[in-house]
Every structure is written in structure tokens, then in C-alpha cells.
């Protein structure tokens, strides 16, 4: 009974991590698609932009048109650039790193849980071992919020 209870205890927080990973994936291809989208929207407006400037130079209009118009171009296209390289591509990268490290600790887990139930006991020392790699985890994840907070 008591080796079941143990083992179950086990399995529940190997569940809880992987539903976490789920969670990690999603924010991973979210913002992913994100910096897609503002890549996109980047190229179509420079070359929109482009091609409306070089049709009014071309127009005899007041050459104050195309001059803003190549001025939008430039702070649209620098703009875009900005938030995809600054700001999306370091949640990319953020939830890349978490999704890395919680894959180590669910190998870390699995191996340790089967060499575990192997033997048919599950001792209270293996227990404790199981929940302090469960701590480690806790404590390299909660590192990285504060990393990314400041």
C-alpha cells in the first residue's frame, strides 16, 4: 500500500510538469507566430510605402509628399524591427529556455522514478531524492522569472 501511495505521488507531479510543458510549448509557439506576423507586417509596409513613394516622386507632387513618405517607411521599418528582434524574439527565446530546462528535469524524473519502481520498493531516501530534483527545478524556473522581470 504504501509503495503505491508513494509511486502515485510520483506520477502526479511528473503529470503536473508535463502539463507545465504544455503550457511552456504554447507560450513558445505563440510567440513564435507573433514575431512572424510582425515580420510580415514589417516587409508589407516598407515595400507599400516604397512603391508609394517612388510613385509620387515620379508624379511632379510637391516633393514634401515623398519625403513623408520615405520618413514613414523609415520609422515603420525600424519600429517592426524593434519589437521583433527586441521584444519578441527574447520571449522566444525565454520560453524556449524553460521549455529546455523543464524536458531535463522530466528526463531527470522518468529515469529516476522506473530505476525506482524497478526494485519493486520505493523508499522514503528516494522519495525525498525524487522531491528535491523536483525543488532544483523549482528553484532554476523561478530564477528565470526574476531574470526576466528585471
Known amino acids: 500500500m504504501e509503495l503505491e501511495i508513494r509511486q502515485q505521488h510520483m506520477i502526479e507531479k ?4 508535463n502539463e507545465k510543458l504544455k503550457h511552456f510549448n504554447k507560450g513558445r509557439k505563440t510567440w513564435s507566430r507573433i514575431d512572424s506576423v510582425f515580420k510580415t507586417l514589417s516587409v508589407v509596409l516598407t515595400v507599400g510605402t516604397t512603391v508609394a513613394t517612388a510613385v509620387t516622386g515620379g508624379l511632379m507632387v510637391p ?5 513623408v513618405l520615405a520618413t514613414i517607411t523609415a ?12 521584444y519578441t524574439s527574447k520571449q522566444k527565446s ?5 521549455t ?3 524536458n ?6 522518468f529515469i529516476f522514478f522506473e530505476r525506482s519502481r524497478e526494485d519493486k520498493n520505493i523508499t522514503i531516501e528516494e522519495l525525498e531524492e525524487f522531491n528535491e530534483i523536483l525543488d532544483k ?8 522569472k526574476v531574470k526576466k522581470n528585471t
Open 100 to 102: 529546455e530546462i523543464l
Open 75 to 86: 520609422i515603420q521599418t525600424s519600429s517592426c524591427g524593434l519589437i521583433a528582434i527586441g
Open 14 to 17: 511528473q503529470e503536473e510538469l
Open 137 to 144: 527545478f523549482d528553484k532554476e524556473i523561478s530564477v528565470m
Open 63 to 67: 516633393v514634401l509628399i515623398p519625403t
Open 94 to 98: 525565454y520560453y524556449k529556455k524553460k
Open 104 to 109: 531535463t528535469y522530466l528526463n531527470k524524473l
